[in-house]
């Protein structure tokens, strides 16, 4: 086989599993590694045999020391945002991906679960004013029970409003959701003894794990507890989202989405799938509401305001909608570039966040306008060489001496190497003089491996068969850094330096990426011809 | 035959009736889209249904699907007064059609286009028994191996047998085939014309509306003629070639070739 064929064939469907699987293992593994000290982790001590694990516990302390991380808790409290941000995308996905009815007042689930929640879970008093009536009962549930009856409420509005509204279509529809949310927000505004107004609710009562108040957040323990929680409701959401999509239930909302009056004239009952779709992501999206209030601890007529709605719509856009994962994709790329990136690059300033998702949203319609959950090959391993690149580019200079360790037997220069960028070019010739065979002491080299580099190793050869485009754009984006906040903007990054760094590498990253095969190919026909080993002729 | 037929009508439901209808009316806004049209279909007949364009045929057909609400008159569907039911109800009980263009689920692959109408059937079958259904419906149409393309890459011809697959994949007693011919090539209509036989041969009663008089003519065993929403004809192919009225409003001097 030929090795392009190779290289090719990393980004099919299986190596998407394989993504999927490695993701998985990250949001499981990842917020405890930056808890915990990996050697007192029972599980992974038996593995790595009480040694230090080595791909994730050099990431993490490379992140650390070059500011990209910040505190620890914090990064766990945004995967733990990240993920009510996907289960709300993921329900808008599954009515308006699969069933094709476009939502743009899905944050009046979301909003109306919050409510729900609290009053049940803080034992709700009927004593309407107006009518002075006190009823005199209190309906008491543990918080878990509050938070799926809060969801219950809000599917249960979902069935009223599609009986009402899912008679009409497409531009109609999307009128008509988006006004929702509103009503329900002057409502909130009006019922003041009920929703406290615009000061909202506050109390630790809607908190399935017990949590400190709002600022005690950021103690370890209590972030993690909630995480767990978070990660297993988000867990079973998906799934029963997926199960649902990929049966034939989800077959039939597919074909009312692709066309109506076909799929109702061979027998399908359009209008109760209709509403069961709504239902059913009404559910969901309350399920994420109910988790978000517990989040904040807060509950206000806020949530239930537009920006909201278009947050997790371009959420899915982004990521590819009628997939399910590409609303996943979308909620932790937009989370994490707001929470991680903007919000410290950026401090102050107001805005940014749409701002950005509407520069995101631009690029990725006009580039991969599916998504990129449904990006094609080329454009899948351009973004992921693009993090590499950035990734690559903060950790290597952060930390001395640390493939050299590795590769000092093998290096050219005995691996002596001072300056990262010198370390890069010799790590990197070695690789490739590995990688197609020219040195005499792989045996030696391999000797020296113990599976505690090992994963190191593997780590390394990625990022170095790509060093030297990693090096161009080393020097781009630190021009293009420097140039853009230092002189422009005139804003001193100070601590946020790594984080814009990997935000413009990122940025540059993706675009070279994604061009440079193309570049390559054209000057390679240009100037050469056919490439006498390949001996193939692509036009393209 | 036609004589009988009227005598068992004026007797109330018969099992020699399939469908009847009742002085059918369709007006939009002053036009007579469909306009006091009463006729009888009875079970395994094969019916050509002709007229000018405008003439009301997809109407009709809209009507006795449901997808339309009649302005005046009655459907029976074996003795059933359907009129005003739903679509999915009235492909429940054995009605089934095509529209004039295709419209197949274009995101969708062959197979799951050929799911749909498997699904409300049985919605608690077995997924292999769903499956293996849709596969027999796309073999029936000679499509089985294109199962896994998107309906979007398929073409045309292939398009037209597969809404024709969904449709026998109701199990419909009465099927509805609005321009089955259309923008096909000799071998493929042919193609379509022996699925329209074999289901005919089967028991379905089948009505075509159709341009190609050619391919109708030979095809049908009885002819209904519409123009400006009235019925002027009806008869056999003989019969309808040789009939003036019909000659005046549609088939011009070519009405030899059919007689
Ligand atoms: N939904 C509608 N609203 C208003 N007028 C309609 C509607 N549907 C059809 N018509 C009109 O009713 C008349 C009959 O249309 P129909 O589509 O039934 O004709 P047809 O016999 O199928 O013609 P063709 O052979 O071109 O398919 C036409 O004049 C058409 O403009
Ligand atoms: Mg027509």
Same mark, same amino acid.
């Given at each position: 086989?030929?090795?392009?064929?190779?290289?090719?064939?990393?980004?099919?469907?299986?190596?998407? @599993?394989?993504?999927?699987?490695?993701?998985?293992?990250?949001? &499981?593994?990842?917020?405890?590694?930056?808890?915990?000290?990996?050697?007192?982790?029972?599980?992974?001590?038996? #593995? $790595?045999?009480?040694?230090?694990?080595?791909?994730?516990?050099?990431?993490?302390?490379?992140?650390?020391?070059?500011?990209?991380?910040?505190?620890?808790?914090?990064?766990?409290?945004?995967?733990?945002?990240?993920?009510?941000?996907?289960?709300?995308?993921?329900?808008?996905? $599954?009515?308006?991906? !699969?069933?094709?009815?476009?939502?743009?007042?899905?944050?009046?689930?979301? +909003?109306?679960?919050?409510?729900?929640?609290?009053?049940?879970?803080?034992?709700?008093?009927?004593?309407?004013?107006?009518?002075?009536?006190?009823?005199?009962?209190?309906?008491?549930?543990?918080?878990? $029970?509050?938070?799926?009856?809060?969801?219950?409420?809000?599917?249960?509005?979902?069935?009223?409003?599609?009986?009402?509204?899912?008679?009409?279509?497409?531009?109609?529809?999307?009128?008509?959701?988006?006004?929702?949310?509103?009503?329900?927000?002057?409502?909130?505004?009006?019922?003041? %003894?009920?929703?406290?107004?615009?000061?909202?609710?506050?109390?630790?009562?809607?908190? /399935?794990?017990?949590?400190?108040? =709002?600022?005690?957040?950021?103690?370890?323990?209590?972030?993690?507890?909630?995480?767990?929680?978070?990660?297993?409701?988000?867990?079973?959401?998906?799934?029963?989202?997926?199960?649902?999509?990929?049966?034939?239930?989800?077959?039939?909302?597919?074909?009312?989405?692709?066309?109506?009056?076909?799929?109702?004239?061979?027998?399908?009952?359009?209008?109760? !799938?209709?509403?069961?779709?709504?239902?059913?992501?009404?559910?969901?999206?309350?399920?994420?509401?109910?988790?978000?209030?517990?989040?904040?601890?807060?509950?206000?007529?806020?949530?239930?305001?537009?920006?909201?709605?278009?947050?997790?719509?371009?959420?899915?856009?982004?990521?590819?909608?009628?997939?399910?994962?590409?609303?996943?994709?979308?909620?932790?790329?937009?989370?994490?570039?707001?929470?991680?990136?903007?919000?410290?690059?950026?401090?102050?300033?107001?805005?940014?966040?749409?701002?950005?998702?509407? #520069?995101?949203?631009?690029?990725?319609?006009?580039?991969?306008?599916?998504?990129?959950?449904?990006?094609?090959?080329?454009?899948?391993?351009?973004?992921?060489?693009?993090?590499?690149?950035?990734?690559?580019?903060?950790?290597?200079?952060?930390?001395?001496?640390?493939?050299?360790?590795?590769?000092?037997?093998?290096?050219?220069?005995?691996?002596?190497?001072?300056?990262?960028?010198?370390?890069?070019?010799?790590?990197?010739?070695?690789?490739? =003089?590995?990688?197609?065979?020219?040195?005499?002491?792989?045996?030696?080299?391999?000797?020296?491996?113990?599976?505690?580099?090992?994963?190191?190793?593997?780590?390394? #050869?990625?990022?170095?068969?790509?060093?030297?485009?990693?090096?161009?754009?080393?020097?781009?984006?630190?021009?293009?850094?420097?140039?853009?906040?230092?002189? &422009?903007?005139?804003?001193?990054? +100070?601590?946020?330096?790594?984080?814009?760094?990997?935000?413009?590498?990122?940025?540059?990253?993706?675009?070279?990426?994604?061009?440079?095969?193309?570049?390559?190919?054209?000057?390679?026909?240009?100037?050469?011809?056919?490439?006498?080993?390949?001996?193939?002729?692509?036009?393209? | 035959?036609?004589?009988?037929?009227?005598?068992?009508?004026?007797?109330?439901?018969?099992?020699?009736?399939? =469908?009847?209808? *009742?002085?059918?009316?369709?007006? $939009?806004?002053?036009?007579?889209?469909?306009?006091? /049209?009463?006729?009888?279909?009875?079970?395994?007949?094969?019916? +050509?249904?002709?007229?000018?364009?405008?003439?009301?045929?997809?109407?009709?057909?809209?009507?006795?699907?449901?997808?339309?609400?009649?302005?005046?008159?009655?459907?029976?569907?074996?003795?059933?007064?359907?009129?005003?039911?739903?679509?999915?109800?009235?492909?429940?009980?054995?009605?089934?059609?095509?529209?004039?263009?295709?419209?197949?689920?274009?995101?969708?692959?062959?197979?799951?286009?050929?799911?749909?109408?498997?699904?409300?059937?049985? #919605?608690?079958?077995?997924?292999?028994?769903?499956?293996? *259904?849709?596969?027999?419906?796309?073999?029936?149409?000679?499509?089985?191996?294109?199962?896994?393309?998107?309906?979007? &890459?398929?073409?045309?011809?292939?398009?037209?047998?597969?809404?024709?697959? @969904?449709?026998?994949?109701?199990?419909?007693?009465?099927?509805?085939?609005?321009?089955?011919?259309?923008?096909?090539?000799?071998?493929?209509?042919?193609?379509?014309?022996?699925?329209?036989?074999?289901?005919?041969?089967?028991?379905?009663?089948?009505?075509?509306?159709?341009?190609?008089?050619?391919?109708?003519? *030979?095809?049908?065993?009885?002819?209904?003629?519409?123009?400006?929403?009235?019925? &002027? +004809?009806?008869?056999?192919?003989?019969?309808?070639?040789?009939?003036?009225?019909?000659?005046?409003?549609?088939?011009?001097? %070519?009405?030899?070739?059919?007689?």
């Amino acid at each position: 086989m030929d090795w392009r064929e190779i290289i090719e064939d990393l980004w099919d469907d299986v190596t998407d @599993r394989a993504y999927y699987i490695f993701a998985v293992a990250i949001l &499981i593994l990842f917020p405890f590694i930056l808890v915990t000290p990996p050697s007192t982790l029972p599980i992974l001590n038996i #593995i $790595f045999n009480g040694s230090r694990i080595p791909v994730l516990s050099d990431i993490y302390d490379f992140g650390y020391q070059s500011g990209l991380f910040g505190e620890n808790v914090w990064i766990i409290n945004i995967f733990s945002l990240c993920l009510i941000w996907a289960i709300f995308a993921a329900s808008w996905d $599954f009515v308006t991906g !699969y069933s094709g009815q476009v939502s743009f007042g899905h944050a009046a689930f979301w +909003g109306f679960s919050m409510y729900v929640a609290y009053w049940v879970a803080a034992g709700f008093h009927v004593n309407i004013p107006i009518i002075d009536l006190d009823l005199g009962f209190r309906v008491e549930l543990e918080p878990l $029970f509050a938070l799926i009856f809060g969801a219950l409420l809000a599917a249960l509005l979902a069935v009223f409003l599609g009986i009402i509204s899912l008679r009409v279509r497409g531009f109609y529809l999307a009128i008509i959701t988006l006004v929702i949310p509103l009503i329900l927000n002057s409502l909130a505004n009006t019922f003041v %003894e009920l929703t406290g107004g615009n000061y909202g609710l506050q109390s630790d009562v809607t908190r /399935v794990v017990p949590l400190p108040p =709002l600022g005690d957040l950021f103690d370890e323990t209590h972030a993690l507890n909630f995480y767990i929680f978070v990660l297993l409701v988000f867990f079973v959401a998906i799934t029963l989202m997926m199960l649902i999509a990929f049966s034939r239930v989800g077959l039939a909302f597919q074909s009312i989405r692709e066309d109506e009056e076909a799929a109702e004239s061979l027998g399908i009952n359009v209008r109760n !799938y209709k509403i069961l779709a709504f239902t059913l992501s009404a559910f969901f999206a309350g399920i994420a509401g109910g988790l978000y209030a517990q989040w904040f601890n807060y509950v206000s007529p806020t949530y239930l305001e537009s920006s909201y709605s278009f947050q997790v719509i371009i959420m899915c856009v982004i990521g590819g909608v009628g997939t399910i994962t590409g609303g996943i994709i979308g909620a932790f790329l937009l989370t994490i570039l707001v929470n991680v990136f903007l919000k410290n690059v950026f401090r102050g300033v107001h805005g940014m966040d749409m701002l950005s998702f509407g #520069i995101l949203l631009i690029i990725t319609l006009r580039y991969m306008p599916y998504g990129l959950a449904r990006s094609t090959k080329d454009q899948k391993r351009a973004c992921v060489l693009g993090i590499l690149f950035a990734l690559a580019w903060i950790i290597i200079p952060s930390r001395e001496g640390w493939g050299v360790e590795l590769f000092s037997s093998i290096l050219p220069n005995n691996g002596n190497p001072t300056d990262p960028l010198s370390k890069l070019i010799s790590i990197s010739v070695t690789s490739i =003089l590995i990688l197609i065979g020219k040195v005499d002491n792989l045996g030696q080299m391999l000797s020296t491996l113990t599976l505690d580099n090992l994963l190191t190793f593997i780590a390394l #050869i990625i990022i170095f068969i790509f060093s030297i485009p990693a090096m161009i754009i080393f020097l781009i984006s630190e021009i293009i850094g420097i140039f853009l906040f230092e002189v &422009i903007m005139g804003i001193n990054l +100070g601590e946020a330096l790594n984080k814009a760094k990997f935000l413009i590498c990122v940025v540059t990253g993706i675009p070279f990426a994604f061009y440079l095969p193309k570049i390559f190919r054209t000057i390679r026909l240009r100037y050469w011809g056919v490439w006498p080993s390949v001996g193939r002729y692509e036009p393209d | 035959m036609s004589l009988n037929t009227s005598q068992v009508a004026s007797s109330g439901p018969d099992e020699n009736i399939l =469908l009847e209808i *009742k002085n059918l009316s369709k007006h $939009f806004e002053g036009l007579k889209a469909v306009d006091q /049209v009463s006729f009888s279909i009875k079970p395994a007949e094969l019916i +050509g249904v002709i007229g000018p364009n405008g003439a009301g045929k997809t109407t009709l057909f809209n009507l006795l699907t449901g997808f339309l609400k009649p302005t005046a008159g009655e459907i029976f569907f074996n003795g059933k007064n359907i009129t005003g039911w739903p679509p999915f109800k009235i492909s429940k009980i054995g009605i089934a059609r095509t529209f004039q263009l295709v419209r197949p689920f274009r995101f969708l692959d062959a197979l799951e286009n050929a799911m749909v109408p498997h699904i409300p059937q049985n #919605i608690l079958a077995k997924s292999s028994t769903l499956r293996n *259904k849709a596969i027999w419906s796309l073999i029936t149409v000679d499509l089985a191996e294109k199962k896994n393309y998107p309906a979007f &890459i398929l073409p045309h011809g292939d398009l037209k047998r597969l809404d024709i697959a @969904r449709s026998f994949a109701v199990q419909p007693r009465l099927l509805l085939l609005d321009e089955p011919f259309s923008g096909l090539s000799y071998e493929e209509a042919f193609r379509i014309q022996r699925l329209i036989r074999d289901a005919h041969e089967k028991g379905m009663s089948i009505v075509i509306v159709e341009h190609k008089l050619k391919i109708l003519m *030979k095809l049908v065993e009885r002819v209904l003629v519409l123009d400006r929403g009235r019925l &002027i +004809g009806e008869g056999s192919p003989k019969e309808i070639a040789n009939n003036v009225e019909v000659i005046n409003a549609y088939l011009g001097t %070519e009405a030899k070739e059919y007689g």
